[in-house]
């Protein structure tokens, strides 16, 4: 038998390969894997197997650590004082709804396919290996980038614990503005956190359980603070009535969406959670409490949070930037609780930092075993059952960013890149329930999620386009009768092929379309550099795809490493639906 040669072998090897590009990209694009097959021979390309040690509570304690941190002491204040002003609260409660309804989607696949690769795996049994390369290149560049943006916020924190003015940072003139302080001790922080993922999942948790409840005191000590001297009139009243609106809504209803797409960054932590489902004891009871639960309660948190923030002070004088204890930095007698309050966030951004790089590391792991990157980053270390390749390679990244990176610059285009990726997650559970493989006909579906989409595109560009009056009023009310009217044909006319064994999204399909429509609506509110950076990252990705990718992934399925075989897709369909059909 002849042995497939690889395309990499040589420089002929590889300008052969890229000549016969066409015919690889119709062939392995598109293509789909099986649950079976990502929980068997995809999932043996790590070599170890990630040790089953966690339960329920550790991912709680990993949603709230991974939320929380980055939450409302990276976004509240930037939300608050340009967006929302005091109705940040509805901003958060609105990204919250969003978040959960994102949360039952990732639910249901993560109990059904309980591996390490969260929304990349999803898509991938799915929409095939195109678009999940896309999706998992997203939720890598948003991981690696808020995670740089949090640790630059840790040494602001930093400073205010320890009574000093930012000096930790040292300013370099010769940089482009933005890119011209060197923060160090964010890159430490990197370092070191990298190092104890690398060493255990369990300690990772073990210490992630501690940080979070110390952090919970602390967040506790700020709603108590807030609600005990602050004062109501700051919900409807500005410091500065002249240059600056008052009332509730000072930026009117569209701020309040912007404010929660910009806060929409404080929910990617129970993403990183759906990315332990393979070191979970039990998936079909852990999971379903530690990623819906944890979003719950982070979401009544995070609204009380932002209700004391607006306490304490007028929106319009809230530091952007350290919202929280800047408020006591001018009270004579209240100094310290800057200083604790700056503690408090320390811990926060310490367990947010902990989970999105347990996380990260774990989508790239899941990733290097679909060959569309190396294989080196699918290697899980024989000792410690961790990703050690993908955690050293992405904390590394991770630390060079945060070293020179502004955080404004970073936050938008993470926003972007998130919702991007909830939004994929919730059209493919719906895939999911209506089409088996080779059984049923995808186009209806198919036409469904074109027309819904589109619906909800229309929809949102009325909203943030369109002049206000009556017009407006009835081109909203008319995309939304139409929006009902397809949700509604579709779920009565298409039945649902496969039905999941262990847990299901409520109400399909209401609730991922609920979901498709929030984050396109979302992705409406922000702004235009955001989708020139989201461009340029995503034209990246796919000319990475085109030029190595499709080419590994096409030698990994000659030489058998990657099976894709229709007579194997058409066969777990039937199996799937014949248990449905039982049940």
């Known amino acids: 038998m002849e042995t497939y040669s690889s395309s990499f072998s040589s420089i002929k090897s590889y300008l052969k390969a890229l000549s016969d590009t066409p015919f690889r990209l119709a062939r392995r694009a598109g293509s789909v894997s099986t649950s079976f097959e990502e929980r068997s021979r995809v999932r043996a390309r790590s070599g170890g197997d990630m040790k089953k040690s966690l339960r329920w509570y550790d991912l709680v304690g990993f949603g709230i650590g991974g939320m929380v941190g980055a939450g409302v002491f990276v976004t509240s204040g930037q939300a608050s004082r340009v967006y929302a002003g005091p109705a940040v609260v509805l901003s958060y409660a609105i990204a919250g709804f969003c978040a959960l309804l994102s949360a039952f989607c990732y639910t249901e696949f993560a109990v059904d396919l309980p591996v390490a690769g969260g929304a990349f795996s999803y898509i991938r049994i799915t929409f095939g290996e195109f678009l999940a390369f896309l999706t998992g290149a997203n939720l890598i560049i948003d991981y690696v980038l808020s995670n740089a943006a949090v640790a630059r916020s840790f040494t602001g924190y930093l400073c205010t614990a320890l009574g000093i003015s930012n000096k930790l940072r040292i300013t370099v003139s010769e940089l482009p503005k933005g890119f011209n302080e060197i ?317 999941p064994e262990f847990w299901g999204v409520p109400l399909m399909p209401w609730i991922p379309s609920m979901s498709i429509f929030l984050n396109i609506f979302l992705l409406g509110s922000l702004d235009r550099p955001s989708y020139v950076r989201f461009g340029f990252f995503s034209a990246l990705a796919v000319l990475f795809y085109v030029l190595y990718s499709v080419h590994a992934s096409f030698d990994a399925e000659e030489d058998g490493t990657l099976s894709q075989k229709s007579i194997e897709l058409v066969k777990e369909s039937i199996e799937v639906q014949d248990h449905t059909l039982k049940v």
């Open 183 to 499: 923060d160090v001790v964010a890159v430490l922080v990197v370092l070191f956190l990298t190092v104890i993922i690398c060493y255990s999942t369990r300690e990772s948790s073990m210490l992630n359980l501690v940080l979070t409840v110390l952090h919970l005191v602390f967040i506790v000590f700020v709603i108590v603070i807030g609600f005990t001297r602050g004062h109501t009139k700051n919900f409807t009243k500005a410091g500065d009535t002249q240059n600056h609106a008052s009332g509730f809504f000072p930026y009117g209803a569209s701020g309040v969406f912007n404010g929660a797409a910009m806060v929409y960054l404080s929910y990617i932590g129970y993403d990183a959670v759906s990315t332990m489902a393979e070191e979970v004891k039990n998936p079909v009871k852990d999971i379903p409490a530690g990623v819906s639960g944890s979003v719950i309660l982070v979401t009544v948190l995070y609204c009380l949070m932002a209700a004391s923030m607006s306490m304490l002070l007028p929106y319009d004088m809230i530091d952007p930037d350290a919202p929280f204890s800047g408020a006591f930095m001018g009270s004579e007698g209240w100094r310290w609780v800057s200083n604790v309050i700056g503690g408090g966030a320390s811990f926060g951004i310490l367990t947010s930092l902990l989970v999105a790089m347990l996380g990260q590391a774990r989508y790239m792991c899941v990733i290097g075993r679909s060959s569309v990157v190396p294989a080196w980053f699918a290697k899980v270390h024989p000792k410690t059952s961790t990703p050690l390749n993908a955690s050293l390679f992405l904390g590394l990244c991770t630390a060079a960013i945060a070293l020179f990176t502004d955080l404004q610059i970073l936050l938008n285009l993470v926003s972007i890149g998130t919702l991007f990726v909830f939004y994929m997650v919730a059209n493919a559970v719906i895939y999911k329930r209506y089409v088996a493989v080779g059984v049923t006909n995808p186009w209806p579906t198919l036409s469904f999620l074109f027309c819904f989409s589109l619906t909800s595109i229309l929809f949102t560009l009325l909203w943030q386009l369109a002049p206000p009056g009556k017009p407006k009023a009835c081109m909203l009310g008319a995309c939304t009768a139409i929006a009902i009217a397809v949700l509604q044909l579709f779920h009565y006319m298409v039945p649902q092929a496969q039905k």
